[in-house]
């Protein structure tokens, strides 16, 4: 092809230089002006060959336009076409700048899972991950994947992130992250509807359905799916609820449900009276140490906090929850 090209572009240039002795010595009859064009056309169409040929191979496709553009520029613009094409495009094509190989390569970012993640779900990098992609990403699929990614984490963390997806510029990502929180909310209401159908079916001697639900009424507060009056009402029902099964019963962690209770309602005094109840029955200082230290910092006496937090053990003082907090305050 090359040696094809080799040929066939002097040829093509001789016949256009013979065009232009002709027209140059005055044969500008109509006869001549025949002969000038007729061969012009054949120095044209063999130039285009040679030229064609020549072509770097990613610039002979589409062979229709490569041909047109050739035709173009040699035909209507004799002889200056064809030295142009010869002289300047095929050395440009040539000898154009070629970028240099690079040492890395650009991978897409992944899909977010869909399945079970194998790394643990209360990593920060998980939470925060999908937080970030909710609040940086301008493809709303990826935002969308985000918050179906949620239904791999504890629902504690899902809640806010599922919260956040709610004020989404995408309408789809908005319907979603509602229609997940909404699913929690049915589950929560299912299982209270359950409890209360077995209490008037069976009654509840040992107050186990009362401490039930007592603990959901309890997660609406928890999970952060009430805020203001509703979340009182909540937390109102929840106390209630566990009064009545420490009637039934007492037992130490029925009292320290009161207390995780009263704490939220800003009731300290009761928290603190739940608190000594659930001591005297048997509660270990893993367990209180961290609501006596709660309850110190919420009324304020911040000296307090730090002794609290030194009746627990080392083992749970080494808690993932439980040590930055110790460390900060020990």
């Known amino acids: 092809m090359r040696l094809l090209s080799l040929i066939f572009i002097p040829l093509g240039l001789l016949i256009e230089l013979l065009a232009a002795w002709v027209f140059i010595a005055g044969w500008h009859g109509p006869v001549g002006l025949t002969t000038i064009l007729f061969v012009h056309l054949i120095g044209c169409a063999v130039l285009i060959v040679g030229v064609y040929l020549a072509l770097p191979p990613n610039y002979k496709r589409p062979v229709g336009g490569g041909f047109a553009f050739l035709a173009t520029a040699a035909v209507f613009a004799p002889p200056l076409g064809a030295l142009g094409l010869v002289l300047s495009m095929l050395p440009g094509l040539y000898f154009a700048y070629r970028e240099k190989p690079e040492e890395w390569d650009a991978l897409a970012i992944p899909d977010l899972p869909f399945q079970p ?160 109840h659930a001591e005297r029955l048997g509660l270990s200082p893993d367990d209180a140490a961290p609501r006596w230290a709660e309850l110190a910092f919420n009324r304020g006496d911040f000296q307090d906090v730090a002794p609290a937090l030194q009746r627990m053990s080392k083992r749970a003082a080494n808690n993932p929850v439980m040590r930055p907090v110790t460390e900060y305050w020990l």
């Open 117 to 276: 993640v194998t790394v643990n779900p209360n990593d920060v990098f998980m939470r925060d991950g999908l937080s970030s992609v909710l609040m940086h990403f301008d493809d709303r699929n990826r935002r969308q994947q985000a918050i179906l990614a949620c239904r791999h984490l504890p629902r504690r963390d899902a809640v806010p992130i599922l919260r956040s997806g709610l004020s989404d510029s995408a309408d789809e990502v908005r319907l979603l992250a509602y229609a997940m929180l909404n699913s929690i909310e049915r589950d929560l209401e299912s299982q209270l509807n359950a409890v209360r159908d077995a209490i008037v079916a069976n009654g509840d001697r040992d107050g186990e359905l009362h401490e039930e639900r007592a603990m959901l009424f309890w997660e609406f507060s928890y999970l952060q799916l009430a805020k203001g009056s509703v979340e009182e009402l909540m937390l109102t029902k929840a106390r209630d609820a566990i009064d009545t099964a420490i009637e039934a019963q007492a037992t130490a962690q029925r009292w320290l449900m009161r207390a995780r209770i009263c704490l939220e309602l800003k009731n300290y005094d009761d928290a603190e009276s739940a608190l000594r």
